[in-house]
């Protein structure tokens, strides 16, 4: 059902109707207790706010175990949840290549199922073939849980975005391969 407030507000998007039709719609974030319409941040009018519906973002995941992971090894993430913008290769890279400019939040967990106690482990972020941001440590058990989360500027055409594992002190580790416990994600946010 399609409405349009007398007032309409707009954050972060177009203004004319034309605008609206290239791509936004309608994301609800509160409604007004007066008028039921949808109510923007404060004491402004009542409207809609616009939220860009063609925004990239993907969730990828591992389907299967990745065995024998010595030295630095790129994660296989061959599944995923969503992909709004096809912007995510989970059969050949295994990496995320936003085709629109802008900010992204990523981030990502690995669940080793078989690291050494003691055993130093590394989750490396990379942007274009280079580590840009790592989380180490050093494991107290045999099934530690790593993450990471960075906020990237990509440009929307050649950046991609990719990850890496390495466990420096054991030949033979193992990462999980389930939806809930090793996955990447991302969205853009700005």
Do not use: C
Not at 58 to 73: D, E, H, P, R
Not at 129 to 142: F, N, R, W
């Amino acid at each position: 059902m399609a409405f349009t407030p007398a007032n309409p507000v707009v954050v972060g998007g177009p203004t004319l109707k034309s605008d609206f039709d290239a791509g936004w719609d309608n994301t609800v974030i509160g409604r007004s207790t007066s008028t039921g319409l949808i109510n923007t941040v404060g004491d402004a009018t009542d409207g809609l706010i616009m939220l860009p519906a063609a925004w990239p973002s993907f969730s990828a995941y591992k389907s299967a175990q990745q065995n024998g992971i010595t030295g630095l090894v790129k994660i296989t993430w061959d599944s995923e949840e969503f992909d709004t913008n096809s912007n995510f290769d989970s059969t050949t890279n295994y990496r995320f290549q936003p085709t629109a400019a802008g900010k992204y939040l990523l981030t990502a967990s690995i669940h080793w199922n078989n690291a050494g106690a003691n055993d130093d482990i590394i989750l490396h972020l990379y942007e274009d073939g280079a580590s840009i941001k790592y989380v180490a440590e050093l494991a107290d058990d045999t099934t530690p849980t790593m993450q990471i989360t960075a906020i990237v500027n990509a440009n929307g055409s050649s950046n991609y975005y990719e990850l890496f594992t390495e466990n420096v002190t054991r030949n033979t580790a193992n990462l999980t391969g389930t939806i809930t416990e090793s996955y990447f994600m991302g969205s853009r946010i700005g």
